[in-house]
């Protein structure tokens, strides 16, 4: 029972942090998009990619967030918040922000025990 309230908390803990991202960035979508896009001006990447990108990163971030707090299609969605930290993790690494990829890492190894640990994910809309 341990396991699975660790689990619990842990997907919570998750999905308040994705969801407070994505709410946070939401009230404020062209200030954040155009924010991230002026942080990547000097980046390789194409500056039209990384404003769709950074327009649609809230929308996904609050998803994510929501669907990990209620437990819904938790094995698609903790798979879908790993992609999109490697996203960010290769855009971080074309701007050389190194701080920021390490706070990525860390949440990267949190996906890592939701996705390896899904067995354990009892209290959840999946289980009912």
């Given amino acids: 029972m ?4 660790g689990y619990f908390f ?3 803990s998750m999905g308040i942090n994705f969801f407070g ?5 939401l009230t404020k979508l062209q200030d954040f998009a155009g924010g991230m ?3 990547f001006e000097k980046s390789w990447l194409p500056q039209v990619l990384v404003h ?6 809230p929308f996904l971030e609050f998803t ?4 990990l707090m209620i437990g819904f299609k938790t094995r698609i969605v903790t798979m879908s918040g790993a992609s999109l930290i490697v996203m960010l993790l290769f855009g971080c690494s074309t701007v050389e922000n190194w701080e920021a990829m390490g706070i990525q890492m860390i949440y990267a190894g949190l996906f ?7 067995e354990d994910n009892s209290l959840a809309l999946d289980r009912k």
């Avoid at 341990?2 to 309230?5: E, F, G, L, M, Q």
């Avoid at 769709?52 to 990163?57: K, R, Y």
Wanted: aromatic letters at 6%; proline letters at 0%; glycine letters at 10%.
């Fill in 112 to 118: 890592y025990i939701l996705i390896s640990r899904i």
């Fill in 10 to 12: 842990l997907r919570i």
């Fill in 2 to 5: 341990n396991k699975r309230t």
């Fill in 37 to 39: 896009t002026t942080g």
């Fill in 64 to 67: 994510i967030g929501l669907l």
């Fill in 21 to 25: 991202h994505g709410l946070v960035r």
């Fill in 52 to 57: 769709a990108f950074s327009t649609a990163l």
